[in-house]
């Protein structure tokens, strides 16, 4: 998890344009400035980019934190 962790961070720096972001389990849009919901479709695309998956449309709906991101990553990695 701490490399996924790492990999996620990397990619919501590059997204949002800002080095010192730093997420957890716990993180939601709120806790970031500029994560609206055109940067949403952003943020999930590079995602899917960068662990070389796709969402579905009701896990992308009801994600509520990075954690529960993190959590459909894993369950896809096994």
Do not use: P, Y
């Not at 962790?5 to 949002?16: A, S, T």
């Not at 055109?38 to 899917?48: D, F, Y």
């Not at 998956?53 to 990553?73: A, L, Y």
């Amino acid at each position: 998890m701490d490399n996924l962790i790492e990999r996620l961070n990397d990619v919501f720096r590059d997204v949002f344009d800002d080095d010192s972001i730093c997420v957890d389990a716990n993180t939601t849009s709120a806790d970031i400035d500029d994560w609206d919901s055109l940067e949403h479709i952003n943020l999930i695309a590079a995602v899917e980019d960068e662990f070389r998956m796709r969402f579905q449309m009701k896990e992308v709906s009801g994600m509520k934190n990075v954690g529960e991101m993190m959590q459909i990553i894993a369950e896809r990695g096994k």
